[in-house]
């Protein structure tokens, strides 16, 4: 068991020097290039253009939500007239059978 803590303590050493050793031992034109032509460089940033840039998207996004929620209100509506008119219906059946007193 002594050997398994001592293999974990020796390999996250060695990630923290090699990330050390990059860190300050690489030339700072290669660190600025890789940060401007690396794999997930600026995608954040041109998900905020793309949205700045096209304003007809953001638009078509509000209508769609807007589309959707008149639709469920359209359905709650129809929901609630039915129960209303159903509540109607067994409150005159119940309103015979109320015995006065």
């Known amino acids: 068991m002594e050997f398994v803590v001592v293999a974990a303590i020796i390999a996250v050493s060695f990630g923290a020097a090699a990330t050390w050793l990059l860190a300050t031992r ?21 998900n905020e253009r793309a949205a700045k840039a096209d304003p007809r998207r953001e638009q078509a996004r509000i209508d769609t939500r807007r589309v959707r929620r008149s639709r469920a209100r359209a359905r709650l ?7 209303r008119a159903l509540r109607a219906a067994t409150a005159r059946h119940d309103h015979d059978r109320t015995a006065r007193p």
């Open 77 to 83: 509506q129809g929901a609630a007239r039915v129960m």
């Open 26 to 46: 690489l030339p700072e034109r290669w660190l600025d290039k890789s940060a401007s032509e690396g794999r997930y460089a600026g995608l954040g940033l041109e």
